[in-house]
């Protein structure tokens, strides 16, 4: 789907969830995410899910006989655009924030809404720090880079144990994150990796980047990265080394990757969660996207759905829209959500579901491993 697709989807949600009058009380709540950059596509698909769970709330009445609208902000997955955003929201008074998507952006940003008493749930911010580090403000609906790395290690050892393996992250909290967890999985079961190098992200040309990786003779290409970097590298670094293999992590999710790599990408493995559209809790939700919207919910759409419903599930087990009531709710409660029937433990990491499953992209989208 085009970004102007896209953009006109966003607009189309956003005029239901913004049309709360001003006979109604009002709930303030933010989404934060990058739109615009490398991350863009998974900021999109957050953004997406988020307005869709809210115009649903708002449809049967809201929450607690209020209307939700939102604020939606751009931290381009960058630290310093992230803490203004932040603070931006904190301003106009909050009580929610659906996000970050990436990890550095989540960190950024964490102890302002710490600081102002409002509630953060990610549905994309893998690394551990967010929620090792953070506070009981926030949560996450997505796996954690420690298991995510462990599981990429094993795949590489138990595949490519005597092949020429290449480890690359972007230098970022989350690409070198997982990179780096990886590397020391792969290399507690013994198999050393021919380089492991940074990069930096944003580029149009990775020349440098591709002429070590054929110096190497590396056939396998694990990296830690933005599905924007990873196609452009792909697409180039097969140009010389057409047999790469490239394998990656969550960030892949996107309908974008495979047009950005164009052919390079088919083939290519990574890791994310399971693929909600496939629960059967999230088969009306599913539905109405593609019938109501022709939109696919790829990605982390509907995770970004599922932390809405969790958060306002919470708020009704309270009956109170006060953090501490809501936070105390979120860690003791389960909650009957499109991801299934979820819960949070004391860091607000999420359970009562599988963090992460393969993946493969086959010519224009991703199939989970058989």
């Known amino acids: 789907m085009t970004v102007g697709i896209i953009g006109g989807l966003i607009g189309a949600v956003a005029s239901i969830v913004w049309a709360a009058t001003a006979a109604h009380a009002e709930i303030k709540i933010g989404i934060a995410g990058p739109l615009s950059g490398s991350a863009l596509p998974s900021g999109e698909q957050q953004e997406i899910g988020a307005l869709k769970a809210i115009s649903h709330l ?5 929450l607690l006989g209020q209307e939700i609208v939102v604020t939606s902000v751009d931290d381009a997955c960058e630290p310093k655009q992230a803490g203004a955003a932040a603070r931006q929201l904190a301003s106009e008074g909050v009580i929610l924030v659906i996000g970050h998507v990436c990890s550095s952006a989540s960190l950024a940003a964490s102890k302002t809404y710490e600081e102002a008493g409002i509630i ?10 967010v929620t090792d580090e953070g506070g009981r403000n926030v949560f996450r609906v997505i796996g954690r880079d420690d298991q995510q790395g462990t599981i990429a290690g094993n795949y590489l050892a138990d595949e490519y144990a005597n092949s020429k393996i290449a480890i690359l992250h972007d230098g970022q909290i989350y690409g070198q994150g997982l990179a780096e967890f990886t590397k020391r999985q792969l290399n507690q079961r013994g ?3 021919v380089i492991f190098d940074s990069y930096t992200p944003e580029q149009m040309d990775y020349k440098s980047v591709i002429d070590n990786l054929v110096d190497a003779k590396v056939e396998v290409l694990y990296v830690g990265g933005y599905q924007g970097d990873i196609g452009i590298i792909i697409r180039q670094a097969k140009k010389i080394l057409p047999n790469l293999k490239l394998i990656s992590g969550d960030s892949l999710v996107s309908e974008d990757f495979p047009i950005i790599a164009g052919e390079a990408g088919v083939g290519a493995y990574f890791t994310f969660g399971p693929d909600i559209r496939l629960n059967p809790e999230a088969a009306t939700v599913t539905a109405a996207f593609r019938n109501e919207d022709d939109y696919e919910p790829a990605g982390y759409t509907l995770y970004s759905y599922g932390a809405v419903q969790a958060w306002a599930q919470a708020v009704q087990q309270a009956g109170s829209l006060k953090p501490d009531a809501v936070i105390n709710a979120l860690i003791a409660g389960s909650f009957d959500t499109v991801l299934g029937k979820i819960g949070f433990d004391d860091k ?4 009562g579901m599988s963090p992460f499953v393969w993946y493969v992209f086959e010519e224009e989208s991703y199939v989970p491993v058989e």
């Open 58 to 62: 708002n449809g049967k009445g809201g």
């Open 120 to 129: 953060m749930i990610s549905p994309a911010s893998t690394n551990p720090k």
């Open 191 to 193: 198999v050393t990796e």
């Open 348 to 351: 607000g990491d999420v359970t």
